[in-house]
Nanobody, 121 residues
Framework: QVHLVESGGGLVQSGGSLRLSCAAS????????MGWYRQAPGKQRELVAG???????NYADSVKGRFTISRDNAKNTVYLQMNSLKPEDTAVYYC???????????????WGQGTQVTVSS
């Protein structure tokens, strides 16, 4: 059974930093694409950052230069370092595991329970 457990959210002032962690179990973590998404009230869930098994990364334009995604395959954990936080970064942040089948053309997505990040102005 797949479990993704996020931690590290909280309340921070504008300009501050937070680091989110997501501990994964039940998956072949080192071969899994991992990502962070967020959903603000009244808005759709959006991709914040992703990291492939080989370490390549991609970011939403709104967080480039401020957020850094990384992974520790030995700990089955993915991180999101968030610097220079803005009030518009306020959202529930979700960890995502995207598993691509090596046999048939399909994939699966698993989600954590989410962690609240609130940035005050």
């Amino acid at each position: 059974q797949v479990h993704l457990v996020e931690s590290g959210g909280g309340l921070v002032q504008s300009g501050g930093s937070l680091r989110l962690s997501c501990a994964a179990s039940g998956i072949n973590f080192s071969n899994t694409v991992m990502g962070w998404y967020r959903q603000a009230p009244g808005k759709q869930r959006e991709l914040v950052a992703g990291i492939a098994s080989g370490g390549s990364t991609n970011y939403a334009d709104s967080v480039k230069g401020r957020f850094t995604i990384s992974r520790d395959n030995a700990k089955n954990t993915v991180y999101l370092q968030m610097n220079s936080l803005k009030p518009e970064d306020t959202a529930v942040y979700y960890c995502n595991a995207h598993i691509i089948s090596p046999i048939i053309p399909t994939s699966w997505d698993y989600w954590g329970q989410g962690t609240q990040v609130t940035v005050s102005s």
